[in-house]
Structure formats: C-alpha cells, structure tokens
C-alpha cells in the first residue's frame, strides 16, 4: 500500500469525526423536551466546572407560559456520584442542590463559593419525568438557552471556561507561536532537503505532513477557543476540525513507525541489503501497520463519540483504556522489533540509529498511557489539561527527535544506499579494528 493509499485510508476513517464531535458550549442552547426527560429520569444539558465565588447560571426561555403549565424545573447536581444510575426517578430529584422553577423568561441562578472546583450538572425535568402512567400531551418542546460562567479575574461572571478547560486558551497560543517560529528558521533547509530525495524521502515527507497536521489541529482549536472565550460557542466546525487534524496525525505516525519496524525486521534476512534501513513496504509490513491503523482509529472514534453523546464516565473510559493498552500493546511490539535488530547490528552508528528511533517512537506511544497515569495525583480540573498539553508537547518532541534522526548528516547518509561510497570515513566496528 502506497503512501497516497494510505492517506485515502486515514481521510476515510477520521472523516467519521464529523458525524459526532459536538462542541462542549458553555453557551447551550436546544429544546427542552417532556419525551427525553422521562426516558432518561431528567434531560442532560450540560455539565461545567465552577471554581472560586460568583459563579453564574443564566436560563433564557422563549415559551414561559408553557414552561409554567408544564411545571418545568431546572435542576443543578454537584459531583453526581457512581451510582447515580442506579438511583429512581424521585430519588435523582431530590438529591438536586438547587432546583429552578422555569415559569419566567430568564432565570438568574448564582453558585456560592466552593472550595474547591466543583463539577455541576444540568437536568431538565417537568410534571411528565416521573410519571411513568401519565399520557404526555401533545405540547411544543421548549426552546432554551442556557449560559454558565465564572468569575474573571475581576470577580465578574463573565468567563465561559470551565475550571478543566481555564488556561489551555493561552497555551494553543504559545504553541501556535513555537510553530511560527520554527517553520521560520527550519522551513528553508527542510525544503532543501525534500527537493534532494533520498533513501529517507518518504519518511521525512510523512514526518512532514504529521507536523503539520499537529500544526493545523492546534491553530483550528486556538480559533475555536479564541471564540468560545468570548461567546462559550466557538465555531464547532474548528473544534471538529481541530479532532479530524489530530487523529489524522496520530494514524498517520503509527502507520509510519509500524511500516518502518516491520519492514526493517524483514529485510534483515535479505542478503545482501541494496537498500539498507529503507522504507520497504512489504504485505506483512503493510498488513500490520494498517491493522494498527485500523484499530486505534476506531478506539479513536469510539473515544470521541462517547464524549460528544455525553454518555456514561464508564463508556468513555472503557475506550480510553483500551486505547492505552493498544499503545502500550504497540511499543512492546515496537521494543522487541528493534531490540532484536540492535542485538544483531555489529555497525556502531547504526546501533546508534536504532537507539535514537527508538526513543522517538516510544516517547510517542507512551507519553500518552504515563501522562494519565500520572495525572492522578493532580486535582480534577487539572487532569485533563496535564494530558492534553503533555501529550501533545511530547509528540512534538518525538517529531523533533525523528527530524534530528533522519536529517542527521552521519547517521542519514550511514542508512542511505550511498553511504558505502560516499562517506568512506564511516564504517562499522570491525571494519575499525581491521583498519587500525
């Protein structure tokens, strides 16, 4: 399969992202409906992280008349426990902290200081949830709009983040600025060295196209956030576009580390190698990497269409276990890969090569499964944004490293085809010994 095979297959599957990514508003607005809150014990709304005084939630309605005959309520939970699905329809009601009678067209409800950042949750119910015997009439749903803010640095509820999301806003920023920085000092000699082909050409191409994927993912989320700061919407379509540009990224890396181990692993029994350390796509090379492809993609999806339906903790986690056992799963096979070429490989430099691959592939298969381990010993709105800001530093730090790797003057021309006639100085231990 060819790179431009492969790039059709990574469109198709995260193409899919579009069909469920919805953007966490902290601006919501929708229809109230009698049917979905009784089917559910209460309608989700929304969940938002307070943190500090003067938290506000503002109800707008369009029908209070009908809001009043249905008896309408808005009720706010804070920290919902584990067994909140086992609870009954009465008793998920009385266990609200606060409950708003939806009878006027805008509803003022202030959230006292807590000590900690607290996690709130949104239900609409009406006179309909819990009678379970009693014939819904046939009334209109009721259009809403919901708005959830802290308190900005002046005490003033005017800030659409929640307390996980507080801060991530400025480091899209300085990453976006990272990347103009670099592009501005490296992109002159990195072009110089894709006009040159090469043994490494297609890999640096796809190291290439994954950074600026990472790139793109990035600036699509800083717009997204620059307007959700302002409005709690965002443009949705930039959030989606900000997923679609990072799971693109991550299958194209994985289609490329995985081709790369396999194909080197296979070629090793070839005598003599005419093409030493090249990208030589061979069926099993291609059958594992897409497999790989495949499977984290989908884990990827599933991750992300249990976060856009807003479904259960437990379905969300169960896809992000499974996702870090498959990326565990995989640098163990990337380690016994490239553990058994370098206990075999009697050239120093490339030994060297293997080690510094290594480290770059591994950085980018672990950092993700050490990252949510480690964030537990951090608050719970600080959890998320140590994930997400590491794991993307730590990618990016992969990149670099496989940049160094392939664009190093000795080690890139010790792995080319033209290293035996090219670079006479370089040679292997025993060609050292028998020299000196």
């Known amino acids: 399969m060819t790179a431009c095979k492969m790039s059709c297959l990574i469109t198709a599957l995260t193409a899919a992202v579009f069909f469920s990514a919805q953007a966490f508003g902290k601006t919501v607005t929708g229809l109230f409906k009698t049917e979905v809150a009784r089917q559910h014990q209460g309608q989700f709304i929304t969940k938002f992280m ?4 003067d ?8 029908n209070p008349s009908l809001a009043a005959e249905k008896e309408s309520r808005l009720l706010l939970f804070a920290n919902v426990d584990e067994d909140w699905d086992n609870l009954s329809c009465s008793e998920r009601l009385t266990r609200a902290q606060f409950i708003i009678s939806l009878n006027q067209e805008e509803h003022n409800q202030t959230i006292l200081k807590q000590s900690s950042p607290t996690v709130w949750t949104a239900l609409y119910t009406d006179r309909y949830t819990c009678q379970v015997d009693t014939a819904i009439p046939s009334h209109g749903d009721l259009r809403f709009t919901v708005l959830l803010l802290n308190a900005d640095s002046a005490g003033n509820p005017l800030e659409h983040f929640s307390a996980e999301e507080a801060g991530l806003h400025t480091f899209y920023f300085l990453l976006l600025l990272a990347y103009f920085v670099a592009s501005c000092i490296y992109i002159k000699p990195l072009y110089q060295a894709l006009r040159k082909g090469g043994p490494m050409h297609t890999v640096l191409k796809v190291l290439t196209a994954s950074l600026a994927l990472h790139g793109c993912s990035a600036l699509c989320k800083y717009i997204h956030m620059a307007r959700y700061s302002r409005d709690g919407v965002g443009i949705p379509l930039m959030g989606s576009l900000a997923e679609f540009w990072a ?3 991550q299958v194209s890396m994985l289609y490329t580390l995985l081709s790369l181990c396999v194909s080197w692993s296979l070629s090793r029994g070839r005598k003599p190698q005419s093409r030493p350390l090249q990208w030589e796509q061979s069926p099993a090379s291609t059958a594992v ?3 790989g492809v495949l499977v ?4 990827l999806l ?3 269409y249990s976060a856009s339906e807003r479904q259960h903790h437990s379905q969300r986690n169960l896809a992000s276990i499974l ?11 990337l380690a016994s890969i490239l553990y058994q070429i370098i206990s075999t490989e009697r050239s120093t430099l490339k030994r060297d090569f293997y080690l510094c691959f290594a480290k770059g592939s591994f950085l980018w298969f672990l950092c993700h499964p050490v990252l949510v381990l480690t964030s537990f010993v951090f608050n719970e709105h600080q959890r998320e944004k140590v994930v997400t800001i590491g794991v993307i530093l730590c990618q990016s730090i992969s990149m670099v490293i496989l940049y160094q790797l392939f664009l190093s003057r000795s080690l890139y021309w010790e792995v080319s085809s033209l290293s035996s006639v090219s670079l ?4 292997s231990r025993n060609n050292q010994r028998g020299r000196y």
């Open 302 to 304: 599933w991750e992300r």
């Open 424 to 427: 006479p100085l370089t040679m």
């Open 50 to 53: 307070y943190q500090g005084a």
């Open 55 to 62: 938290g506000l939630l503002v109800c707008q309605l369009d």
């Open 247 to 249: 799971m693109a990224a």
């Open 323 to 333: 996702l870090i056992a498959l990326r565990v799963t995989l640098a163990l096979l």
């Open 289 to 291: 990497a897409v497999c």
């Open 296 to 299: 984290q993609g989908a884990l």
